[in-house]
């Protein structure tokens, strides 16, 4: 089973408005990174944090992790119709030694309208 | 600087063809993943390499097989392929302790 999950799966909101993920995961990990995907193409590399870091913050982008609750949030503030796409978080699991593989959730469809 | 590159971006197979998926990045990176894509079902864990020489099953392996050819490269071979195999994948490949990763642009295979 995939080891993220995103709550919600659809989020629609207005623009200006601020738009709230969430992703669960279930074992221990040294980062999760969220990622955006529009309309079927590649996904891009939004943000990054490690497991010792609690918030982090890129331009309109905020991000939280909390290991105890195995749990992470995105915010996205003053959204724009430009941000909609999907969302995906992704964490690396360690499988075996000193590898770790990078795996992803279901993702949550934001619709920005305007 | 191209990133990571796939090829092809389009395939039709028929049941039972076989063919492969090529993927190369420039970034010197030593992971390299590849996933499929399906309606609902996010990014699924094909096969992936923590570097050159090896390779690991991940989450949906059965039907597909992979070599890590050099550091650069990482191709997916459908041997016998099936309808349940129609999906959009994708490769990508990550630096040390799986930093940020990067994407090609995927390949839409339907098989009929």
């Known amino acids: 089973s995939q080891q993220g999950e995103e709550d919600p799966q659809a989020l629609s909101i207005q623009e200006g408005e601020n738009a709230t993920m969430n992703c669960s995961y279930k074992t221990s990990i040294n980062n999760l990174q969220w990622y955006r995907q529009n309309s079927g193409r590649g996904l891009v590399h939004l943000i990054l944090?490690?497991?010792?870091?609690r918030e982090k913050h890129s331009g309109r982008l905020r991000v939280t992790l909390d290991t105890s609750k195995k749990s992470s949030s995105l915010l996205i503030t003053a959204s724009r119709a430009a941000d909609t796409a999907s969302y995906f978080c992704a964490t690396d699991a360690e499988s075996g030694g000193s590898n770790y593989k990078l795996t992803f959730g279901k993702g949550t469809l934001l619709t920005v309208n305007p | 600087n191209a990133g990571v590159t796939q090829t092809p971006k389009f395939q039709v197979l028929k049941t039972g063809q076989s063919m492969t998926l090529q993927c190369a990045q420039d970034m010197n990176h030593n992971s390299m993943y590849w996933y499929r894509q399906d309606p609902g079902m996010g990014l699924r864990l094909i096969y992936y390499?923590?570097?050159?020489?090896?390779?690991d099953k991940g989450e949906v392996p059965n039907g597909y097989n992979v070599s890590r050819l050099n550091k650069r490269e990482f191709s997916l071979r459908l041997e016998s392929a099936a309808p349940s195999q129609t999906s959009v994948y994708f490769c990508?490949?990550?630096?040390?302790?799986?930093?940020?990763?990067?994407f090609g642009q995927g390949t839409r295979l339907t098989v009929v």
């Open positions: 390499s923590a570097s050159e020489g090896t390779t």
């Open positions: 990508a490949s990550s630096g040390f302790m799986n930093t940020e990763a990067f």
């Open positions: 944090i490690r497991s010792n870091e």
